[in-house]
């Protein structure tokens, strides 16, 4: 079996970031500091494996003078990509950083209605792929039903693929105990999953842990922020802290943080081995500016630095 990995982006965006003195209402903001990159999860785990060295192959559902951009950016990036044509425009999601206060503010818009035989076909691609894991990842777009991760399961088992899922809401309900290899929630998300708040570190490693006990998937990855990231698994629960350092941007950095767990992994690393590459990858992200933006040797150093 390849050990590739396939990423399935159903709902990609053209993601637009500079940087502004001051974000006032009713002024003419003036941004500096422009790029441009193809943003969703599945677009950004392709895009970090192939920045690490990885082999893949992004699907990727869009349309459009927004879509024909995907595909070119992604062309840039050296990033091997099936794009699947789709009626609406891809999104575009804005991010601007406002010096001043030194925040953060995203707009993500919604993107266009994918119809039944458009989703067919990404079902057919996928089940066309040649590679060993999937992952599918990022929101559901609108018209396509809730289910949509977990009927995926089916698709992964039928090439034997290792299904990887990062998505939250019932879109991720409906799809735990289906096959999962691997599901990354956020702590809010893992709150939402167990319903109720999760303030402890031992209650977050064992309601995790649960979900692995349970059949939910064979691994749960939790994005715990600044505080780091925890993986439980069947042999127990490995946490680590956050990298100190600079924080330019964090879109994309959980992607950045999966994508390097999910290279590990199909590299036969442990568990505990990996959640490092991941705490590296997801440093290295945010000291960037962009959409899950990152080198092979700075993702590399992070990984010492974790190690150490």
Same mark, same amino acid.
């Given at each position: 079996m390849s050990n590739r990995i396939v990423t399935l982006t159903l709902n990609p %965006? /053209?993601?637009l970031a500079s940087s502004a003195k001051a974000v006032v209402p009713t002024h003419k903001i003036r941004t500096t500091d422009e790029h441009i990159d193809p943003g969703g999860g599945g677009i950004n785990v392709s895009r970090v494996i192939? %920045? =690490? +060295? +990885? &082999?893949? =192959?992004?699907l990727v559902l869009a349309g459009?003078?927004?879509g024909h951009l995907i595909a070119e950016l992604l062309g840039d990036a050296g990033v091997p990509t099936q794009i699947l044509p789709v009626t609406g425009r891809t999104r575009i999601s804005l991010t601007v950083h406002d010096r001043s206060a030194n925040q953060e503010y995203r707009f993500v818009s919604e993107g266009p209605e994918v119809s039944p035989e458009e989703l067919n076909a990404a079902f057919a691609a996928v089940t066309e792929a040649e590679g060993g894991w999937l992952v599918a990842s990022g929101s559901l777009p609108r018209g396509v039903p809730e289910d949509t991760y977990a009927r995926l399961a089916d698709a992964a088992a039928a090439r034997e693929m290792r299904y990887v899922l990062d998505t939250s809401g019932p879109a991720l309900t409906a799809a735990m105990g289906r096959?999962?290899?691997?599901i990354k929630p956020s702590l809010s998300e893992l709150e939402h999953l167990v319903g109720r708040p999760l303030p402890t570190a031992t209650e977050q490693d064992?309601? %995790?842990r649960k979900l692995v006990?349970? +059949? #939910?998937? &064979?691994?749960?990855?939790?994005s715990l922020g600044a505080v780091g990231a925890l993986l439980a698994t069947s042999t127990g629960v490995t946490r680590l802290p956050a990298l100190k350092g600079? /924080?330019?941007?964090? /879109?994309g950095a959980g992607d950045a943080f999966l994508a390097a767990l999910v =290279? #590990? =992994?199909?590299r036969g690393s442990a568990p505990p081995d990996a959640l490092a590459w991941g705490i590296a990858a997801g440093a290295a992200a945010v000291e960037g500016v962009g959409t899950a933006r990152v080198t092979k040797e700075a993702v590399e150093a992070c990984y010492r630095r974790v190690r150490a």
């Open positions: %965006a /053209v993601d192939q %920045a =690490l +060295g +990885g &082999e893949t =192959l992004a459009g003078a927004t096959g999962l290899a691997l064992a309601e %995790a006990e349970t +059949g #939910a998937a &064979e691994m749960v990855a939790v600079p /924080v330019r941007s964090a /879109v =290279l #590990a =992994l199909s």
